[in-house]
């Protein structure tokens, strides 16, 4: 049961703080329809990703990789943003949240209203081809059962693949407003996987307030965490909204 005091601790921390930013992963997409790669429903329990997560291996076999992509595909393209994703979206514009730093690739949150969204492993609503450089969006290429560029090159999602780079910018921005922020929420996300496990120590030592919503205890409940609020995000973000509301927000975060 979701208790009042910690939602109205957690309310009054944000409209504190000068500058809050929020760090998601999949966990916060699950309720829409997107399970966890890492689950036993997910990606991964289908296609070992050493043989069609590498950018290795879509080099050396692109059509072989596609048979993955088309699942993850069919899961993205039935996914709309959920409650949790367009309670943030109206945390930015209440200005009580300056930017999501995201672990999905799924585009939910900038569906959900989110304008500053930094991406860590990419975004699927777009493709590159590696050979020209031309850039499509998911749309253009809708229907297509392997899409393919005009200079008959097969693409490949703008995601982050093993083996790629996180992009140099999204690292930077990301620590800078790690280190800035005065209050972190954490949603959705266990916060294991590197290199996004080190934004909640890194704003943790800084001073930050660590507010985190997950269904279940992570590693940093009991270590960093300053206010845990229990459930599933879909019923917690909205009524941190709502408490939010009630409370006199200022707009200059």
């Known amino acids: 049961m979701l208790e009042e ?4 601790e957690a309310a009054g921390t944000i409209m504190r703080s000068g500058l809050t930013v929020a760090l998601t992963g999949a966990g916060i997409s699950v309720p829409s329809g997107i399970p966890d790669f890492r689950s036993a429903e997910g990606l991964w329990a289908r296609f070992d990703p050493a043989e069609y997560a590498t950018i290795s291996a879509f080099h050396a076999n692109p059509l072989k990789v596609w048979e993955m992509l ?5 899961l993205l393209r039935c996914a ?10 109206e945390m930015e514009r209440l200005g009580c949240l300056r930017c999501i730093i995201t672990q999905n690739i799924d585009n939910l949150h900038q569906a959900g209203g989110s304008r500053e969204v930094i991406e860590y492993h990419g975004n699927a609503a777009s493709l590159t081809c590696l ?22 090159s097969i693409l490949k999602p703008d995601v982050i693949f093993f083996g790629e780079a996180i992009p140099e910018e999204a690292l930077n ?48 409940t009991d270590s960093i965490t300053d206010i845990f609020l229990q459930g599933n995000v879909v019923d917690v973000v909205p ?5 939010l509301k009630k409370g006199t927000v200022r707009h200059s975060r």
């Open 5 to 8: 005091r910690l939602v109205i």
């Open 70 to 74: 088309r699942e993850m595909e069919k």
């Open 80 to 89: 709309q943003p959920n409650l949790a994703h367009i309670g943030m979206g």
């Open 131 to 152: 050979a020209c450089g031309r850039r499509y969006s998911r749309q253009e290429k809708e229907g297509e059962d392997t899409p393919t560029c005009l200079c008959g």
């Open 173 to 220: 921005r990301s620590f800078h407003l790690a280190s800035s922020a005065q209050a972190l929420l954490v949603v959705g996300t266990s916060a294991v996987v590197s290199p996004a496990n080190t934004i909640p120590s890194i704003a943790k030592r800084n001073g930050a307030c660590i507010i985190e919503i997950n269904q279940e205890r992570t590693h940093l």
């Open 239 to 243: 009524v941190l909204v709502d408490a």
